[in-house]
């Protein structure tokens, strides 16, 4: 069974542009998280989907936004990119809504804000 | 404020030797706590969990051992390989409700010498 994937793997961009990342979940599993990773912050929680609607949202401003379509492939959106959002994006699926102990990550997007 | 505090940042250990990570948390409502293990290039993945009615599980070399009264739990990998190394995160589960999401540690550097 193919794992989850997430393109693109790299990405650049410059302050002030706006950015989508895509996740595709491993066969079967409908709920898709994402994740911001930082040498400083660690991961942090931006949001979790399942069955196309946001179940719930970690505390990140609302230039973050994702959403999921039928197929529980899930894209994140990054508006007005600021210097501090170069970060790897990390997205995670499971079969259910919640499902932390059964939870597998894609290998992420690295995001360079120039 | 960091609620998991992980220690130490990085490691160096001699192949056959042990290595342990520390972590402490403040919110005596989580109610799990996983181990992640990620190789560069790659999404974090769930090496072994504990929930707080257990004091130690063990799979293979890797022991979580868990103190609920001091609020710790650390990973304690025997007999070391070079394939061990990675960086290692500590995590908490934050259940509050349907909107059940991880509290991650800022991670562990893990190198393991030949």
């Known amino acids: 069974k193919a794992g989850v994937t997430q393109t693109p793997r790299y990405l650049i961009k410059t302050r002030g542009q706006q950015v989508t990342l895509s996740c595709s979940p491993i066969s079967g599993h409908r709920s898709v998280s994402w994740y911001q990773q930082t040498p400083g912050q660690g991961l942090q929680f931006l949001f979790e989907y399942f069955s196309e609607t946001q179940r719930n949202k970690g505390n990140f401003p609302g230039r973050f936004s994702g959403r999921q379509f039928s197929n529980s492939r899930s894209e994140m959106n990054v508006s007005t990119l600021e210097l501090g959002d170069s970060a790897l994006y990390l997205c995670?699926?499971?079969?259910?809504?919640?499902?932390?102990?059964?939870?597998?990550f894609g290998p992420g997007t690295r995001l360079t804000v120039l | 404020q960091q609620q998991v505090k992980q220690s130490p940042q990085s490691l160096i250990v001699q192949k056959g030797g042990i290595s342990i990570i520390n972590c402490a948390y403040e919110?005596?409502?989580?109610?799990?706590f996983p181990w992640y293990q990620q190789f560069p290039g790659k999404g974090p993945a769930l090496l072994i969990a504990i929930r707080p009615d257990v004091s130690e599980k063990k799979e293979g070399r890797f022991t979580i051992s868990f103190n609920k009264s001091a609020k710790q739990f650390s990973l304690h990998i025997m007999d070391s390989q070079p394939g061990d190394s990675a960086t290692y995160f500590c995590a908490a589960n934050q259940d509050a409700g349907n909107n059940r999401k991880l509290i991650w540690g800022l991670g562990t550097s893990l190198a393991v010498n030949p």
């Open positions: 995670a699926s499971s079969p259910r809504a919640g499902e932390i102990n059964e939870q597998f």
């Open positions: 919110n005596t409502a989580f109610d799990y």
